[in-house]
């Protein structure tokens, strides 16, 4: 059976996976732990790529990335490439080291960050490499210990963790880890792997005419499955040689508005929300630079990264834009 193509777009919240092949062990000892978390925080730091939650275990690791300048694909080529030849190099060994394609879920964001950041760093306890909750505040191998700040990680996302636990750096840090430790019932959790509407749904029955919605690549609600699905099929349609200024003029005219006003700051709301499909376009769909965008339609960067969030209804813009 042909493999489904992945849907890799800048912007998407995506769980990551990665296993050793044959089930072999991806780390040997510290040493190769601490390169490979060096490697990756290189990287994300290079691609403009947030990372809010990782975990490294013997034969497999987890990361709960979200790509904002360039492509999924692009990102693990260049980590697990490096990482691999290193690993070669020092173990004396030749051949594949990775399984042969890493799995990669796109995520509802709102509705599953918080649940995934637990799932993630809760892996190292459920695999019986600390023994309980104290010792994971201190494990060095994941991004739970950051959270708690009992490690230095520079380039884990914190705040846009922490803040969802309120405002006081203590509290919130108290309210996470009650938060962890609240999960530890809960088990493997199946349905945060993966499965669109039956995940989301956390396999409970659902009704037969709903199954279409059944996606393994997506982790969301069927409104979210559907959304990125229509998206898909239009995003082939976009020219991917169109240039930041063509876009700008095509959703001018997509507006009716005049293409310098698109171009420089405006508060009225039509400008506004052109400004910001112009973003969502050029960063999700043609893989520009959120920073270039932003200086191409004078948006901040904070306003390009709230813009390439998941809209549906841009779709019928995008169908718009291709004719």
Same mark, same amino acid.
């Not at 601490?34 to 691609?47: C, D, G, H, P, W």
């Not at 190292?124 to 494990?139: F, I, T, W």
């Given at each position: 059976?042909?493999?489904?193509?992945?849907?890799?777009?800048?912007? !998407?919240?995506?769980?990551?996976?990665?296993?050793?092949?044959?089930?072999?062990?991806?780390?040997?000892?510290?040493?190769?732990?601490?390169?490979?978390?060096?490697?990756?925080?290189?990287?994300?730091?290079?691609?403009?790529?947030?990372?809010?939650?990782? $975990?490294?275990?013997?034969?497999?690791?987890?990361?709960?990335?979200?790509?904002?300048?360039?492509?999924?694909?692009?990102?693990?080529?260049?980590?697990?490439?490096?990482?691999?030849?290193?690993?070669?190099?020092?173990?004396?060994?030749?051949?594949?080291?990775?399984?042969?394609?890493?799995?990669?879920?796109?995520?509802?964001?709102?509705?599953?960050?918080?649940?995934?950041?637990?799932?993630?760093?809760?892996?190292?306890?459920? $695999?019986?490499?600390?023994?309980?909750?104290?010792? !994971?505040?201190?494990?060095?191998?994941?991004?739970?210990?950051?959270?708690?700040?009992?490690?230095?990680?520079?380039?884990?996302?914190?705040?846009?963790?922490?803040?969802?636990?309120?405002?006081?750096?203590?509290?919130?840090?108290? $309210?996470?880890?009650?938060?962890?430790?609240?999960?530890?019932?809960?088990?493997?959790?199946?349905?945060?792997v993966g499965g669109g509407l039956k995940r989301s749904m956390a396999l409970k029955d659902i009704d037969e005419k709903e199954w279409g919605n059944f996606d393994s690549r997506i982790l969301g609600s069927g409104d979210f499955v559907d959304s990125l699905q229509q998206n898909e099929t239009l995003r082939d349609r976009l020219p991917l040689v169109m240039t930041l200024a063509e876009l700008i003029h095509r959703v001018a005219a997509v507006f009716d508005l005049p293409t310098e006003t698109v171009s420089r700051h405006g508060k009225a709301r039509p400008t506004s929300e052109a400004r910001g499909v112009v973003a969502y376009f050029a960063v999700r769909e043609l893989g520009?630079?959120?920073?270039?965008?932003?200086?191409?339609?004078?948006?901040?960067?904070?306003?390009?990264?709230?813009?390439?969030?998941?809209?549906?209804?841009?779709?019928?813009?995008?169908?718009? !834009?291709?004719?």
């Open positions: 059976m042909p493999r489904t193509a992945r849907l890799d777009i800048p912007g !998407l919240l995506q769980h990551v996976i990665v296993r050793g092949i044959e089930k072999r062990d991806l780390f040997l000892d510290d040493e190769d732990r601490s390169l490979f978390v060096e490697r990756i925080f290189a990287l994300l730091k290079q691609t403009d790529t947030r990372c809010y939650a990782w $975990a490294l275990l013997s034969n497999h690791f987890h990361i709960l990335l979200m790509p904002t300048s360039c492509t999924l694909s692009s990102f693990m080529r260049r980590l697990l490439t490096s990482y691999a030849v290193n690993f070669n190099r020092t173990h004396n060994r030749t051949g594949h080291l990775f399984q042969n394609r890493y799995k990669s879920i796109v995520c509802e964001e709102e509705t599953y960050l918080l649940e995934l950041v637990r799932y993630i760093h809760l892996n190292p306890l459920r $695999a019986g490499l600390v023994k309980d909750l104290s010792e !994971l505040d201190q494990y060095p191998w994941s991004g739970h210990a950051v959270l708690m700040g009992n490690r230095q990680q520079e380039g884990q996302a914190l705040p846009e963790i922490l803040q969802r636990f309120g405002k006081n750096i203590n509290k919130a840090r108290s $309210a996470y880890r009650a938060f962890i430790a609240d999960g530890i019932k809960n088990g493997k959790r199946a349905d945060l520009l630079k959120g920073i270039d965008v932003g200086k191409g339609i004078n948006l901040t960067s904070s306003g390009v990264s709230i813009a390439v969030r998941e809209k549906p209804e841009l779709n019928e813009i995008l169908a718009k !834009l291709v004719k």
